[in-house]
T-cell receptor, first 116, second 114 residues
C-alpha cells in the first residue's frame, strides 16, 4: 500500500524559532498533499492543500506567513512553522492521495510540536 | 458543500459487546465515505471506504459499515469489541471532483471496558 512518512515525529523548540516538518510519499508520487492540524480531543483541521510545483492553497484563517508550505517534488512536501509560539503547539498531520482520485487519503504518522 | 456529523464524542462498550459508531453525512453530490482510526500520537489508518457498488462494506479488524442513502448515514459496526479497538474514530466524506479534499467529523473516542 501507499506509505506516507513524516519527520520528525516529535519536536520541541523555543519560542521564536522556526521548525520544519517533512512529509514524504515513499512508494508513490503525490501531486497533492494535505496538511492538517489536530488539537487535543478535536478533529482534523485542514490547513492547506499543497500542490507540486505551485503555491499552496490555504484554508481561511490559516496564516500563510506563519505556516510556509513547499512542495518541491512529487514525493516531498514541507511545512515550516515560522517564529513559533506556544499557541502553535499541536499535532500536525500530512496526507496524500494517489492520482486519479478520489481515493483514500494516506496519512503520515503525525508530528507533535511543542513550543516552549 | 459536504459535511459529516458524528453523534457521540465518546462511546464505551464492554469487551465482546457490539460496537456502533454513528456517522451522518451531508452532500449534494454522490458521496465517497470513509472511516479512519487513530491511535494515540499516530496518524490515521483507513478502516474501510464506500465509493460505489455494494452498500455494505467490510474493512479491517472486523469492522463494517453500511451506506444508507435514504438515511444519509454510514454507521460503523463491529460485532464484538476487543480491547485493541480502543481508539479515536473519524468518519470522512469526499466526492468526485472535490480534488481529494476530505471533510472529517469531530471524531468518536471508543473505550472498551474489560
Amino acid at each position: 500500500g501507499a506509505v506516507v512518512s513524516q519527520h520528525p515525529s516529535r519536536v520541541i523548540c523555543k519560542s521564536g524559532t522556526s521548525v520544519k516538518i517533512e512529509c514524504r510519499s515513499l512508494d508513490f508520487q503525490a501531486t497533492t498533499m494535505f496538511w492538517y492540524r489536530q488539537f487535543p480531543k478535536k478533529s482534523l483541521m485542514l490547513m492547506a492543500t499543497s500542490n507540486e510545483g505551485s503555491k499552496a492553497t490555504y484554508e481561511q484563517g490559516v496564516e500563510k506567513d506563519k505556516f510556509l508550505i513547499n512542495h518541491a517534488s512529487l514525493t516531498l512536501s514541507t511545512l515550516t512553522v515560522t517564529s513559533a509560539h506556544p499557541e502553535d503547539s499541536s499535532f500536525y498531520i500530512c496526507s496524500a492521495s494517489l492520482a486519479g482520485g478520489p481515493g483514500e487519503l494516506f496519512f503520515g504518522e503525525g508530528s507533535r510540536l511543542t513550543v516552549l | 458543500a459536504q459535511s459529516v456529523t458524528q453523534l457521540g464524542s465518546h462511546v464505551s462498550v464492554s469487551e465482546g459487546a457490539l460496537v456502533l459508531l454513528r456517522c451522518n453525512y451531508s452532500s449534494s453530490v454522490p458521496p465517497y465515505l470513509f472511516w479512519y482510526v487513530q491511535y494515540p500520537n499516530q496518524g490515521l489508518q483507513l478502516l474501510l471506504k464506500y465509493t460505489t457498488g455494494a452498500t455494505l462494506v467490510k474493512g479491517i479488524n472486523g469492522f463494517e459499515a453500511e451506506f444508507k442513502k435514504s438515511e444519509t448515514s454510514f454507521h460503523l459496526t463491529k460485532p464484538s469489541a476487543h480491547m485493541s479497538d480502543a481508539a479515536e474514530y473519524f468518519c470522512a466524506v469526499t466526492s468526485l471532483g472535490a480534488g481529494n479534499q476530505f471533510y472529517f467529523g469531530t471524531g468518536t473516542s471508543l473505550t472498551v471496558i474489560p
